[in-house]
């Protein structure tokens, strides 16, 4: 059968026909015209961030009597409730802690590969989030090899069930070192008890091996959510398991309504009802804390609750406001879920979940991301526990139905939070119902007096570019930490994905650009309390943090990285924080260099798309080594 309106290398299709199943490729063809919407969707943004920008104008709340885009919605009635929401299926009744992390190694055969999901489905955590996104490397097909992995999972391949067992093995050694006890008892079973999810890419992407008929790269989202679904949704079906998606980067409540007619259009093309695809949402932009009701309403029957992220979520608050000279964030270490701005922020999304739909119906919420990983000294391990446990304590009392963890390690530190409470979820607690003021506005931007110092400009500088390295190799989920603490086992690495680098890209662009003070001395530099963060200092604080990695052994930075894919990293940070013009993806960049190796060519496509952008606010989003 021929699907003229869809393109992908026939190569492509011949090695991996397991994953572009006759199934997959009519689903893919039947939701091709929505291409045509996300990209104008995805203009719109970059069109309203232009005048926000240009005018000087902070975001805002919607005028309540208007519509959400895309439905016949009255903003007013999404913000009383008055929509149709969804009953949370039994498996996601009780979430107390969700992992995440990617389903794919890269470079790897199957067998090695596999692992990933093995850790996953053994871990003994509520869910676990299959990121196709933020924690999945793109380099060469290691978006397919993530599909075909979850496929061969979900329908208990032979393949994958050898895996589990060797894997659950040796999770059961580390667990009797740890903990003095196994944690998989029966590994046949335990892979019964984890419910799968899948994070799909946001419509900002594209996919780097479909186009549309006309050409056109097809949107990242639509290749997600199919692949997934089509090639699992049977086998999910027959286990009892809901079909259960997260939604990332999501902005306004009319891109939500986008989503909802996408994901309607696929259950509708496999003869599915409307809602049998569920989804959260990670709330990781300002504008859509601004329009939290009015989502819920737009994906209707589909949403089964938020996730309050933190990484993305500030850069999103400092992309809003990066033309406010005023507005400049402190010390990464300092913006916690506590801080000004976050505070307020998690504190809205508990209130939306809560908010009953015209049936009753609450969400639910699901906690913040916990990244470390309990690898070190005793003394340090011992701390960063005791740490993990305090921020999963206060979530669980603020009123979180659980959080997520970036390593199958820490699910049974921090899930006994949740256990020892009893409940399977806090649906329906008691919140204030939201208000719309100018004042709940002003909370959503504050910034509260904390350090701004060398310290924290050191650290932002090492880990965004040794982040940018991982890319370049393939990770995208990454341990990392500082290049001053290499060999220190009482400072942990921390597990970060795609959103780390681009805070920390972000922040150092604002205290470049608008003139950070800093706040305390520093002898290295000489630099006093008072003085500005300038270019010149950033500059100087670039080299000695490169010459750190270049010096660096190989666990750390892969000394094959450093001619190839560090040099690149580096070269785009420096465009990154020199530009004039706060670009708005990091990641971007990152991509237009994915397989590429090749210092000149890559600063050619970095001026590419700086110029390209800087012109008439075209993103190059699409995959430029493309071939048919």
Not at 236 to 249: D, F, H, R, T
């Amino acid at each position: 059968m021929s699907y003229n309106n869809i393109i992908i290398p026939q190569k492509l299709k011949e090695i991996y026909s397991d994953v572009y199943t006759p199934e997959v490729l009519s689903a893919l063809s039947s939701l091709a015209h929505f291409n045509k919407d996300i990209k104008e969707a995805m203009a719109s943004r970059i069109q309203r961030r232009a005048e926000r920008q240009q005018q000087k104008k902070r975001i805002t709340f919607l005028d309540p009597e208007s519509y959400i885009p895309r439905t016949q919605i009255k903003v007013q009635d999404a913000r009383d409730g008055k929509f149709e929401g969804a009953i949370i299926p039994a498996d996601l009744q009780r979430q107390w802690i969700q992992g995440t992390g990617p389903a794919a190694k890269p470079n790897a055969p199957v067998e090695s590969s596999i692992r990933n999901v093995a850790y996953a489905l053994l871990s003994g955590a509520d869910g676990w989030m299959f990121d196709g996104e933020d924690a999945l490397g793109q380099v060469k097909t290691m978006s397919l090899d993530n599909q075909r992995n979850l496929k061969l999972a979900i329908s208990k391949d032979p393949v994958f069930l050898k895996v589990a067992e060797i894997v659950a093995a040796e999770m059961n050694r580390w667990s009797m070192s740890f903990f003095g006890r196994s944690i998989v008892t029966d590994w046949k079973e335990q892979l019964n008890f984890t419910t799968k999810i899948f994070r799909a890419r946001g419509l900002h992407l594209d996919d780097r091996h479909i186009r549309d008929s006309k050409g056109v790269a097809m949107a990242a989202s639509i290749v997600d959510l199919t692949l997934y679904v089509v090639n699992n949704y049977q086998e999910l079906q027959k286990a009892g398991s809901s079909i259960v998606l997260y939604l990332p980067k999501i902005q306004t409540a009319g891109e939500a309504a986008l989503w909802k007619d996408v994901l309607t259009a696929l259950e509708d093309h496999l003869g599915l009802s409307v809602g049998t695809i569920k989804v959260y949402v990670l709330v990781e932009q300002l504008e859509a804390t601004h329009q939290l009701m009015e989502i819920r309403a737009a994906l209707g029957k589909h949403f089964v609750g938020y996730n309050t992220g933190r990484w993305d979520y500030i850069n999103s608050v400092a992309d809003a406001m990066a033309w406010d000279k005023s507005f400049i964030n402190p010390d990464i270490e300092a913006i916690t879920m506590t801080y000004g701005y976050m505070r307020n922020y998690e504190n809205r999304v508990r209130c939306a979940v809560n908010t009953p739909d015209i049936n009753g119906n609450f969400a639910l919420w699901q906690g913040g991301m916990e990244p470390n990983i309990p690898v070190g000294s005793e003394a340090g391990v011992t701390a960063s526990m005791k740490k993990a446990l305090a921020g999963a304590e206060r979530e669980q009392r603020e009123g979180a139905s659980g959080k997520w963890v970036a390593h199958w390690k820490m699910v049974n530190i921090v899930r006994p939070v949740w256990e020892k409470v009893g409940e399977a979820n806090q649906l329906g607690r008691k919140f204030p119902t939201l208000t719309y003021t100018q004042q709940d506005a002003d909370g959503l931007i504050l910034i509260e007096k904390a350090p701004t110092s060398i310290r924290g400009a050191r650290n932002l500088l090492s880990v965004a570019i040794q982040y940018g390295n991982a890319f370049g190799q393939g990770m995208q989920a990454a341990a990392l930490k500082p290049a001053d603490f290499f060999g220190n086992d009482d400072i942990l690495y921390l597990m970060e994905d795609m959103a780390t680098g681009e805070i920390r890209l972000s922040i150092l662009w604002e205290w470049v650009h608008k003139g950070a003070t800093i706040t305390e001395d520093d002898l290295e530099t000489g630099t006093k309390a008072g003085d500005l963060f300038s270019i010149a200092l950033f500059v100087r604080l670039l080299e000695e943090e490169y010459q750190k990695l270049l010096k660096a052994g190989n666990k750390d930075v892969f000394d094959e990285s450093k001619t190839t894919t560090l040099p690149i990293s580096r070269e785009i940070a420096v465009a990154y924080i020199q530009s004039e013009v706060k670009l708005p993806w990091f990641i971007d960049l990152l991509n237009i260099n994915l397989n590429n190796n090749n210092h000149e060519e890559a600063k050619k496509r970095i001026n590419m798309y700086i110029d390209a952008f800087i012109k008439d606010g075209t993103r190059i989003t699409e995959n430029i080594d493309f071939v048919v």
